[in-house]
Nanobody, 112 residues
Framework: QVQLVESGGGLVQAGGSLRLSCAAS?????LGWYRQPPGKQRELVAT???????NYAGSLEGRFTISRDNAKNTVYLQMNSLKPEDTAVYYC?????????WGQGTQVTVSS
């Protein structure tokens, strides 16, 4: 069983930045973020393996950066140049023992 605790969401003006954090309760393989905009499906944001390999949704690479601290079992999402369309609930996820675990979600709201 893996528990994920997210933090760092909030309200920011367009063009601003936020950093999300997600702490996992154990050593996990892949960590990452999805988001769910209002009225839309959940979509991939970025993933990172324990070895540091990253994958981004194409439209977000360059503005968003995923990183992790393996010693703390924590993944970060640095979000820059935020746009109103980035408004969503951001969910952290972890892959451990072939199972996927989800965080509770954190709201990010970008005002125009």
């Amino acid at each position: 069983q893996v528990q994920l605790v997210e933090s760092g969401g909030g309200l920011v003006q367009a063009g601003g930045s936020l950093r999300l954090s997600c702490a996992a309760s154990g050593n996990v393989f892949s960590l990452g973020w999805y988001r769910q905009p209002p009225g839309k499906q959940r979509e991939l944001v970025a993933t990172i393996t324990s070895g540091g390999s990253t994958n981004y949704a194409g439209s977000l690479e360059g503005r968003f950066t995923i990183s992790r601290d393996n010693a703390k079992n924590t993944v970060y999402l640095q979000m820059n140049s935020l746009k109103p369309e980035d408004t969503a609930v951001y969910y952290c996820f972890a892959v451990f023992d072939l199972r996927v675990y989800w965080g509770q979600g954190t709201q990010v709201t970008v005002s125009s």
